[in-house]
């Protein structure tokens, strides 16, 4: 009797670590999802130097003039 109850808890004991892997492999892949994305929104969101933007709108500035004949 006494060897069926320790086989018993040895299985509930291996599920419950189990289950406890799984979900917190879960929870992981959720953070670094979210990660991710926040990774993502960040880099759109950056501010360029004076010097670039002043150059970036003479770029502008060119590509919309239209050459005189």
Same mark, same amino acid.
């Given at each position: 009797? #006494?060897?069926? +109850? !320790?086989?018993?808890? +040895? +299985? =509930?004991?291996?599920? !419950? ?9 879960? =929870? ?8 991710? #994305? ?15 933007? $002043?150059? $970036? ?7 919309? $003039?239209?050459?005189?004949?």
């Amino acid at each position: 009797m #006494l060897k069926i +109850v !320790l086989i018993i808890m +040895v +299985v =509930l004991a291996a599920a !419950l670590i189990i289950f406890l892997i799984v979900q917190s492999s879960k =929870l992981l892949r959720k953070a670094q999802k979210e990660q991710a #994305l926040e990774k993502s929104k960040q880099q759109q969101e950056y501010q360029l130097h004076p010097e670039l933007v $002043k150059q $970036k709108q003479k770029q502008v500035q060119a590509k919309t $003039k239209k050459p005189s004949k």
